[in-house]
């Protein structure tokens, strides 16, 4: 089974950029759509961002839009979140997940998520 490890969170000022990294281990990364989710201290678990197998089609969370970009490297199998103009409302756990189905992901329902990295914006 795919594992997935996120990397990049950390203290960043409000206005700021940060770029998450998720690196999946197996052969088929390609095989999979991937997506961005996050956890705010308090609150469910919410999605940010979703991409195809191929890195063709996005979608992003209205809260997000504009700001964060999500992309993939396949050769390197590593999925990308880079966020700019960060907000404090931005401070949460980062996750990534993948799933076979681009529609679940971009629905929340996928098959394998990581660990999870800590973002924290500072007002």
């Known amino acids: 089974q795919v594992q997935l490890v996120e990397s990049g969170g950390g203290l960043v000022q409000a206005g700021g950029s940060l770029r998450l990294s998720c690196a999946a281990s197996g052969r088929t990364f390609s095989s999979y759509a991937m997506g961005w989710f996050r956890q705010a201290p308090g609150k469910e678990r919410e999605f940010v961002a979703a991409?195809?197998?191929?890195?063709?089609?996005?979608y992003y969370a209205d809260s997000v839009k504009g700001r964060f970009t999500i992309s993939r490297d396949n050769a390197k199998n590593t999925l990308y979140l880079q966020m700019s103009s960060l907000k404090f409302e931005d401070t949460a756990v980062y996750y990534c997940?993948?799933?076979?189905?681009?529609?679940?992901?971009?629905?929340?329902?996928?098959?394998?998520w990581g660990q999870g990295t800590l973002v924290t914006v500072s007002s």
């Open positions: 991409i195809n197998r191929n890195g063709g089609v996005t």
């Open positions: 997940a993948l799933d076979r189905e681009y529609a679940r992901v971009a629905a929340g329902v996928v098959a394998v």
